[in-house]
């Protein structure tokens, strides 16, 4: 018999084998890396109203309004495009600026003045409401012209009537036309141009790591078989996704998971992070985008812990421990001036998500399976996105501060980085920092505990600003003309909420979560914040 050199070899090779083989479990169980926790929290953004077929317009040219919708006024004033311009209008003199605040705030008294007027009813007996009788004249009830007309209708004509023979809009008009405006309307059109051109790198990013060879057709097919999908609940989320996934090819998430309380869509969920995790099950916030992101830049298992809630203040149901029974300076001396009481408590949203997240952190492995004891958690960061209803809250840096502090306490992790989200609604440039919730954000960042490990994403060029001219486009060229049925076309498909919201905008939300992602990973590198660079130079150019 003929025994080969392979033979003899067999036994000392399949020791050898197996001898690898431990050793390669061995390094594998070395290998393991620890569960990544990041914190999301913040309000109605961060909860998040973006569908997916609003994605369509990152297939798109950001749509560009006509010149026109920069020179036109509207019979009334209406927020539209031309009128807006006495928001953002900017001149050298301090004068100018207080001009502009003194008519924004006499049209916020007349409307405070309307809105009593819709839902309080306008008097009809004029010894009863001898006021309004004197200061409006006879009550439109009464006026022939509107008889047999809905009452929101002919008030609202009433009512505009009314600020026209005050001179309101004249007023307006005029401090936009004026030679100290350094931002006419006309100025914001043509800075829509070049919008896309500026994010440029960060929209190639977001369309290969999202609609990766998604063809703008493919969200037809997508529309036409979600006719035939039910509704979508927390109990078929997943079945959603991949729905979803596998017509325009928006990814779900390999090694991510989350866990989110608040106002998501049944009241706490868990599972592998895809869409779904936001007010509407067929719905993300800047969640999804961020973790989708985020895993292509870490190594190992990713667990989001997200607690948002709408319509919630800094300084109120997130007002951090430390501030429970204690002011800020700027608070003090605001209540000192106006005579009041102090009244301060600790926020109740502060302290479910603290609860939440501190059962999370007693037990990762409960919400995620990748979770390694030894490995153990390495805490990535917060990060933060809110500030609408924090909007004339001169105390909001100081009350961020305090917040940031808080949470590094609870949490035991001193340096944790933190990145906060910029309000992007204002859009324009000079715009930055035109808030109280922005300049807090940078005065956070900025403050000698903190800077060096708060970071701030500038939103702004992500908002498509061009989406709200579109009812402008409509009512300066009317709303069945080709310009007003195009402008309509592109607002329906790009669309699925209001401005407040950033319309629901896939645009947005996608480079807002992917611009968290980046500058988180970048801190947690040891790398500098890029805000202290961006916020000069925008206050450089204002």
């Given at each position: 018999m003929?025994?080969?050199?392979?033979?003899?070899?067999?036994?000392?090779?399949?020791?050898?084998?197996?001898?690898?083989?431990?050793?390669?479990?061995?390094?594998?169980?070395?290998?393991?890396?620890?569960?990544?926790?990041?914190?999301?929290?913040?309000?109605?953004?961060?909860?998040?109203?973006?569908?997916?077929?609003?994605?369509?317009?990152?297939?798109q040219?950001?749509?560009?309004?006509?010149?026109?919708?920069?020179?036109?006024?509207?019979?009334?004033?209406?927020?539209?495009?031309?009128w807006?311009?006495?928001?953002?209008?900017?001149?050298?003199?301090?004068?100018?600026?207080?001009?502009?605040?003194?008519?924004?705030?006499?049209?916020?008294?007349?409307?405070?003045?309307?809105?009593?007027?819709?839902?309080?009813?306008?008097?009809?007996n004029?010894?009863?409401?001898?006021w309004?009788?004197?200061?409006?004249?006879?009550?439109?009830?009464?006026?022939?012209?509107?008889?047999?007309?809905?009452?929101?209708?002919?008030?609202?004509?009433?009512?505009?009537?009314?600020?026209v023979?005050?001179?309101?809009?004249?007023?307006?008009?005029?401090?936009?036309?004026?030679?100290?405006?350094?931002?006419?309307?006309?100025?914001?059109?043509?800075?829509?141009?070049?919008?896309?051109?500026?994010?440029?790198?960060?929209?190639?990013?977001?369309?290969?790591l999202?609609?990766?060879?998604?063809?703008?057709?493919?969200?037809?097919?997508?529309a036409?078989?979600?006719?035939?999908?039910?509704?979508?609940?927390?109990?078929?989320?997943?079945?959603?996704?991949?729905?979803?996934?596998?017509?325009?090819?928006?990814?779900?998430?390999?090694?991510?998971?989350?866990?989110?309380i608040?106002?998501?869509?049944?009241?706490?969920a868990?599972?592998?992070?895809?869409?779904?995790?936001?007010?509407?099950?067929?719905?993300?916030?800047?969640?999804?985008?961020?973790?989708?992101?985020?895993?292509?830049?870490?190594?190992?298992?990713?667990?989001?812990?997200?607690?948002?809630?709408?319509?919630?203040?800094?300084?109120?149901?997130?007002?951090?421990?430390?501030?429970?029974?204690t002011?800020?300076?700027?608070?003090?001396?605001?209540?000192?001036?106006?005579?009041?009481?102090?009244?301060?408590?600790?926020?109740?949203?502060?302290?479910?998500?603290?609860?939440?997240?501190?059962?999370?952190?007693?037990?990762?492995?409960?919400?995620?399976?990748?979770?390694?004891?030894?490995?153990?958690?390495?805490?990535?960061?917060?990060?933060?996105?809110?500030?609408w209803?924090?909007?004339?809250?001169?105390?909001?840096?100081?009350?961020?501060?305090?917040?940031?502090?808080?949470?590094?306490?609870?949490?035991?992790?001193?340096?944790?980085?933190?990145?906060?989200?910029l309000?992007?609604?204002?859009?324009?440039?000079?715009?930055?920092?035109?808030?109280?919730?922005?300049?807090?954000?940078?005065y956070?960042?900025?403050?000698?505990?903190?800077?060096?490990?708060?970071?701030?994403?500038?939103?702004?060029?992500?908002?498509?600003?061009?989406?709200?001219?579109?009812?402008?486009?409509?009512?300066?060229?009317?709303?069945?003309?080709?310009?007003?049925?195009?402008?309509?076309?592109?607002?329906?498909?790009?669309?699925?909420?209001?401005?407040?919201?950033?319309?629901?905008s896939?645009?947005?939300i996608?480079?807002?979560?992917?611009?968290?992602?980046?500058?988180?990973?970048?801190?947690?590198?040891?790398?500098?914040?890029?805000?202290?660079?961006?916020a000069?130079?925008?206050?450089?150019?204002?």
């Amino acid at each position: 018999m003929q025994i080969t050199t392979f033979s003899l070899l067999r036994p000392f090779l399949a020791i050898s084998i197996t001898l690898l083989t431990a050793g390669s479990g061995l390094a594998a169980e070395s290998e393991k890396k620890p569960l990544k926790i990041v914190f999301m929290m913040g309000q109605s953004n961060m909860v998040g109203y973006s569908r997916p077929g609003t994605a369509w317009y990152l297939t798109q040219p950001a749509y560009m309004p006509p010149a026109e919708v920069g020179e036109k006024t509207s019979k009334y004033f209406n927020w539209d495009h031309y009128w807006s311009g006495v928001r953002y209008a900017y001149g050298d003199s301090e004068e100018y600026g207080a001009k502009g605040e003194a008519l924004l705030e006499e049209r916020s008294a007349l409307r405070s003045l309307w809105r009593q007027r819709y839902y309080n009813n306008f008097g009809r007996n004029a010894e009863e409401d001898n006021w309004n009788y004197k200061v409006w004249g006879k009550p439109p009830h009464d006026l022939e012209r509107f008889k047999g007309m809905d009452m929101r209708n002919f008030m609202k004509i009433f009512l505009h009537e009314k600020a026209v023979e005050a001179g309101l809009y004249k007023r307006m008009e005029a401090y936009i036309e004026s030679p100290e405006n350094k931002f006419h309307p006309r100025d914001g059109i043509a800075e829509i141009a070049n919008r896309d051109a500026e994010i440029a790198e960060d929209l190639e990013r977001v369309r290969e790591l999202f609609l990766k060879e998604t063809k703008p057709e493919d969200f037809d097919a997508l529309a036409e078989a979600l006719e035939d999908f039910e509704k979508v609940t927390a109990s078929n989320r997943v079945a959603y996704a991949e729905l979803v996934k596998e017509k325009i090819n928006l990814p779900i998430a390999e090694r991510t998971r989350i866990t989110a309380i608040g106002e998501v869509s049944d009241g706490e969920a868990n599972g592998i992070l895809s869409l779904g995790y936001a007010k509407w099950a067929d719905a993300c916030g800047p969640e999804y985008p961020f973790g989708i992101s985020f895993e292509q830049m870490v190594d190992g298992p990713v667990l989001i812990v997200k607690c948002a809630v709408g319509g919630t203040s800094l300084q109120g149901p997130w007002r951090p421990t430390s501030l429970g029974d204690t002011e800020t300076p700027i608070e003090k001396a605001a209540r000192e001036a106006d005579g009041g009481k102090k009244n301060v408590k600790v926020g109740p949203l502060w302290t479910e998500a603290i609860n939440h997240i501190k059962t999370v952190l007693a037990d990762p492995g409960k919400f995620h399976p990748d979770y390694d004891p030894k490995a153990g958690v390495e805490l990535a960061g917060l990060v933060w996105f809110q500030g609408w209803n924090d909007l004339g809250n001169d105390a909001y840096g100081e009350q961020f501060v305090h917040f940031i502090k808080d949470f590094r306490k609870e949490v035991n992790a001193p340096e944790l980085p933190v990145i906060a989200g910029l309000m992007g609604h204002g859009a324009w440039k000079q715009n930055t920092f035109s808030t109280e919730p922005n300049q807090g954000m940078l005065y956070a960042a900025q403050h000698p505990e903190l800077k060096g490990t708060v970071d701030l994403v500038n939103t702004l060029p992500f908002m498509p600003i061009e989406i709200s001219l579109t009812w402008a486009v409509e009512d300066v060229f009317g709303k069945e003309s080709k310009e007003g049925e195009k402008a309509r076309s592109i607002r329906e498909r790009a669309v699925c909420k209001d401005g407040t919201h950033y319309f629901g905008s896939a645009k947005f939300i996608y480079l807002t979560g992917d611009a968290m992602a980046r500058k988180l990973v970048n801190l947690m590198k040891g790398g500098e914040p890029s805000i202290h660079k961006e916020a000069q130079e925008i206050l450089d150019d204002k």
